[in-house]
């Protein structure tokens, strides 16, 4: 049985600057442990780079599984909503494994985040965001913007 685990924060929840002098981060800790409890590798570098160089009005949601085990997942839903200041997304993960450790962690890492909204967690939280039929998305901002789901297997 699959449990579910989604937040929602802001994306700047996903990093740390070890040294505030310095522009250089890392993956927050606490998120650092989920991944390598689920044995999954997200480029959060790369994305939260991504992230701030796309316009607003823009952004799709990111799964990243496990060829080993295809339902395990970590997904990010990286939209910009053009009235959002605190750059908040929707992430989460999917597992069967370790369950009460990544129930710890999950709880941990929304617990220290400085913009913290929603925490949820059960058997269907992330059922609408990982359905392939509920894509593309639409977001009507000024122009028109179409959501999709990309997959990515590590």
Request: with cysteine; glycine share 4%.
């Amino acid at each position: 049985m699959y449990i579910d685990f989604s937040i929602m924060a802001s994306i700047s929840d996903l990093v740390f600057y070890p040294d505030e002098q310095r522009d250089e981060y890392i993956p927050h800790p606490n998120f650092q442990a989920v991944m390598d409890t689920l044995s999954i590798r997200v480029p959060i570098e790369a994305i939260y780079e991504r992230y701030f160089d796309h316009p607003v009005n823009t952004g799709d949601v990111l799964v990243f599984g496990r060829k080993e085990q295809p339902g395990s997942c970590v997904v990010l839903d990286t939209y910009r909503d053009p009235l959002d200041q605190l750059d908040m997304i929707r992430f989460g993960w999917r597992t069967k494994e370790n369950i009460e450790e990544v129930q710890r962690l999950s709880r941990l890492l929304y617990d220290e985040c400085e913009y913290a909204v929603c925490y949820s967690e059960g058997q269907s939280v992330l059922l609408d965001v990982l359905r392939e039929d509920k894509y593309p998305r639409k977001f009507h901002y000024v122009t028109l913007f179409e959501q999709r789901i990309k997959r990515y297997l590590v």
